[in-house]
């Protein structure tokens, strides 16, 4: 099957801790996305990256960090958690950058 | 502020009827144009794109765009329950850019 496959579907955590998030597209794409979606369903791009290039949205917070092994895997890491990233984080790809996949997100609630 | 605007919010329209989702990018930047739709618990998924003046039409939906007022709209004939779900507009300076901005969306429903 190829699509874009997210793991955990869920995660509940305490503020101060840190949490990683994975990503990975079968679809042999070349670049792959971050975003966040607040409780508004606001679509905000975190991330974009592929093998040349990482671009960051000056906007996010410095705990906010990508991780890449190859073109297929983007995870995201939070290195300690605020109440204000609660959200669903949703991974993309896409090819020289024209239509997106989305994985199905990350629910993210932080106590 | 919001680079792009959807308009309105929320619509709701009978089954079969017409639903007309609205768009306006306020950066002269950005004027190639994508539809997405998310149904709840699931990512969004492109429904079309758009990069030149006038009509696009795929099946039930039908996308206009008017470069002068950056200005992009989605029509879907014979709306169907499973359309309902929420809608976004994409804007990007390129048809192939890593830089895309997303509006802020309208939540269709369709009543049976």
């Known amino acids: 099957e190829t699509a874009v496959f997210q793991t955990p579907n869920y995660h509940v955590t305490q503020v101060g801790n840190e949490v990683s998030f994975n990503c990975k597209q079968t679809?042999?794409?070349?670049?792959m996305y971050w975003y966040k979606q607040d409780s508004k369903k606001l679509l905000k791009i975190m991330f974009s990256y592929n093998n040349k290039q990482l671009i960051v949205n000056e906007t996010v917070p410095r705990r906010f960090s990508p991780q890449s092994s190859d073109k297929a895997h983007l995870n995201l890491r939070i290195k300690s958690v605020e109440p204000e990233d609660s959200a669903v984080y949703l991974c993309?790809?896409?090819?020289?950058?024209?239509?997106?996949?989305f994985g199905p997100g990350t629910r993210l609630t932080v106590l | 502020q919001q680079k792009v605007q959807q308009s309105p919010e929320s619509l709701s329209v009978p089954e079969g009827g017409m639903a007309s989702l609205n768009c306006t990018s306020s950066d002269r930047n950005f004027q190639y144009f994508w539809w997405y739709r998310q149904h709840s618990g699931e990512g969004p998924k492109a429904l079309m794109s758009i990069f030149s003046d006038g009509d696009k039409k795929e099946g039930r939906f039908t996308a206009h765009l008017n470069k002068a007022s950056l200005h992009v709209s989605l029509h879907i004939r014979d709306s169907q329950p499973s359309d309902s779900a929420l809608y976004f507009c994409a804007a990007s300076e390129h048809p192939n850019t890593n830089k895309v901005v997303f509006g802020t969306g309208t939540r269709l429903q369709v009543l049976p």
């Open positions: 993309a790809s896409s090819y020289r950058g024209y239509e997106q996949y």
């Open positions: 679809l042999g794409h070349d670049t």
